[in-house]
Each structure stands twice: as C-alpha cells, then as structure tokens.
C-alpha cells in the first residue's frame, strides 16, 4: 500500500465544474417519486443528508426522459416541462448544503418494466431470459424522438439549476442497447460495425450539447463491455455472444472528447447486469474496485477525466487508485446507502466503510425505497 495521502480530498475538476473533492455518489435508482416522477419530500431529505456528509458530486439516480423509457415504478422523472420545478427543489437541496449534483439522464429501452410500459423498445427486436418483456425493434422515426427526449431532458436539467447531466451509457439502457452487438443487429445507419453502433450516443450528445450550450459540464456513464455469458446468449437464439467486447468499450471511450462529453464514469455489465455491475460480497481489498483494469485499459485513451465505480470500500484502495493516476475520481453507490456521511467519516479517519454489499439496499416492493437493511452490516 502506498502512504496515505490528501489525494481524496484535493479538489478537482470536470470541464467547467469544480469539485470539493474526489468522492463521488454514484447514481442510484432510489425509487422514492411519485406516479408521475416527482421527487418526494423522502427524496429531498435523502439527497440533503447526501450532501451534508460531505460528498464532492452526487450523481442522481437515473432520471427517465421519455414516458416510453421509464425503467421501474417510483423511478423519478424528467421528460416534461411540468416537473422542472420539482426538480428544482432537489438540486437547491444538495446546494444548499454545499455540494455539487448531477442529474443523470436515462432511456430504459427493452429494460422497462411491464408495471411502467406496455411495450418496450430496443434497437432490434429482442426477447430475452433476463428481460421483463420481449423488446419491438424501435423504428427510425422513433429513434429521433428518444433523441430529442435526452436533449429535452438536459435542457431541464440545466434549467432546474443542475451541474451538469450524466448520460446512462451502461447496464443495458437505451445507449447501451445500441452500442451492444448482442442488441444491435440493425443493418441501416444505426447498427452495423461499431461506427454504427455509436451513431445513437454521437446523436444524443450533439443534440444535448445543442440545448445546453458548450460549456455545461456533460458527463456519461459507460459500460466499456457487456459481459454476457455464452450459454445465455445461446438460450436467447441470439448468434451474437457476448455483446460488446473491452477492445470496443475502450474505442467508444476514446471518441467520447470528440462528442463534446467532459468525463467518463467506467462501469459495465448487462443482461441482468446486477450481477456484473453491483456484485455482493466484496470483503478484501482484492474484491474492490472491480472494474479497476478496464479503467487502466481506459486510461491511456482519453483525456477526459475518469470516474471509477464499482466495490470501493476502504479509504486505503481509493488513496491507492488515485496515486496511480487511473482514476480521477472515486465514485459509490452502497456505501453511501449504508453511510450517507462516508466522506466525512474517512476524512476523519474511519478507513472503511460498514457496507457489506449484501445487495439487500434494492427495494423489493412499492413505498420501501433505498435503505441499508443488511442485518451483517460492520460497525
Ligand atoms: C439500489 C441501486 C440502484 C442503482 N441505480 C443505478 C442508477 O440509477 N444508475 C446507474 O448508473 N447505476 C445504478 N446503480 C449501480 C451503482 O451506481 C454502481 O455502479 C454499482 O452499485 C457499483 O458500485 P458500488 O459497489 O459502490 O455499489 C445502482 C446500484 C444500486 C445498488
């Protein structure tokens, strides 16, 4: 282990946003709105307890920008004109306690549940194990139209006083659909080699960029590979295994500057990915930072800073991390569900945080919401 520096806490830097510090709340679904997606009075007080404890950036959780492309019931929304005031109120919330918020912005695509939408889209049709319903291919016209609800739903962000919007390219979304050859067996403009496949992410940040001007911080989280296993590609009748491999993801991530994106967040998985992206039964410190070697992949093709996610635990692994310059950021999820007030703990010097990863944090039923109820929880 390296000695243990200030690093976590220097502030930093994405495009035009200053950070407090190195710690990142990884976005997570909190399932804490009401039937039309507007922040309760639950959520407010989730995100001012998130900001109080020190954290440099929050992440939201992801925010659907299309009524077609909402994932799951209680998920929070931002695809009307309507709900820019609500929203309003969560970023005052974490401003006013100091800290920065970015709304992250998602299209569920062929992940949609049946509670939320009656028929799910994908780029091509699809049915699947591991999906709520079999997915219809989505038709050009319809494609536009999701394009222009990211962009619509960036320029609310912007106007609901947000530091910047994150894209959801990863655990299987509309964005990753596309880029996934698993998913994506269009044979026009859209799919095709991984030019093509890219075409859906290169639109949706152009007409972003073009709502919210050129200097808004614009962030995305990417998956950099699908990790679908074989044999379940084949119980699909897919031809196609494995989906999008890590020599591609690194290649998306090497065009993200010149779509006018100011950071990479670096995750992956889909198919079901909870298993890929939010493991259970990270102890040891080998067990953190799991997606720690496609970062290092990652590293040397771009220049936009890099946000890693995935099992940080121990203030001792993050120091390390950032010391040897593959990540710029440190970004969690359950950790902050199970200690809201983390960064400042490890600033005070605790060295771990009290999650388990139990996964016990996803809520099961309607009006249960985000909590830690790991009964194995350290102290
Ligand atoms: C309850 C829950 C909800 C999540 N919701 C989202 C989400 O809305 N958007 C997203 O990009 N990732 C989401 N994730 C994934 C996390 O952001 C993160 O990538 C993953 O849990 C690994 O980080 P961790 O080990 O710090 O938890 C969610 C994870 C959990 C546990």
């Not at 507007?38 to 009524?67: D, K, S």
């Amino acid at each position: 282990m390296l000695e243990m520096t200030a690093d976590l806490f220097r502030p930093g830097q994405i495009g035009v946003l200053e950070v407090k510090n190195r710690l990142v709340r990884s976005a997570t679904a909190e399932r804490m709105a009401d039937d039309e997606g507007r922040p309760t009075p639950r959520l407010l007080a989730m995100y001012r307890e998130l900001a109080r404890g020190g954290v440099g950036l929050v992440i939201t959780g992801h925010l659907y920008v299309h009524p077609g492309g909402k994932c799951h019931p209680e998920m929070t929304g931002i695809y009307s004109d309507e709900l820019t005031s609500a929203l309003a109120q969560l970023a005052d919330a974490v401003h006013h306690e100091g800290g920065r918020v970015v709304a992250q912005i998602n299209h569920g695509g062929m992940q949609c549940s049946r509670e939320t939408v009656s028929e799910t889209i994908a780029p091509s049709a699809i049915a699947a194990d591991f999906l709520p319903q079999p997915a219809r291919e989505i038709t050009p016209a319809e494609i536009q139209e999701a394009i222009a609800a990211y962009a619509q739903a960036a320029r609310r962000a912007r106007q609901a006083g947000f530091d910047g919007v994150q894209l959801h390219g990863a655990h299987g979304y509309l964005i990753s659909q596309f880029l996934s050859p698993f998913v994506n067996r269009r044979t026009d403009e859209w799919g095709g080699d991984l030019e093509g496949r890219m075409r859906f992410l290169r639109a949706v940040c152009r007409a972003v960029r073009e709502q919210v001007g050129p200097d808004y911080p614009m962030l995305i989280k990417l998956g950099l590979m699908d990790g679908i296993h074989r044999t379940r590609a084949a119980s699909c009748g897919l031809r196609v295994a494995g989906g999008l491999t890590l020599d591609e993801g690194v290649q998306v991530t090497a065009a993200l500057e010149s779509m006018g994106l100011d950071a990479v967040e670096i995750s992956g998985g889909i198919g079901g990915g909870r298993n890929l992206n939010s493991p259970s039964g990270i102890r040891t410190a080998s067990d953190e930072a799991f997606f720690l070697p496609w970062a290092q992949r990652a590293r040397p093709a771009t220049r936009l800073p890099i946000i890693l996610v995935g099992g940080f635990r121990s203030r001792a692994v993050m120091e390390d991390v950032l010391a040897a310059g593959d990540a710029d950021f440190i970004s969690l999820s359950r950790p902050l569900i199970c200690e809201p007030d983390l960064p400042r703990r490890l600033q005070e010097g605790q060295a771990k945080s009290a999650c388990t990863s139990s996964n016990r944090c996803w809520p099961k039923g309607q009006g249960e919401g985000i909590a830690c109820r790991c009964v194995d929880r350290a102290t």
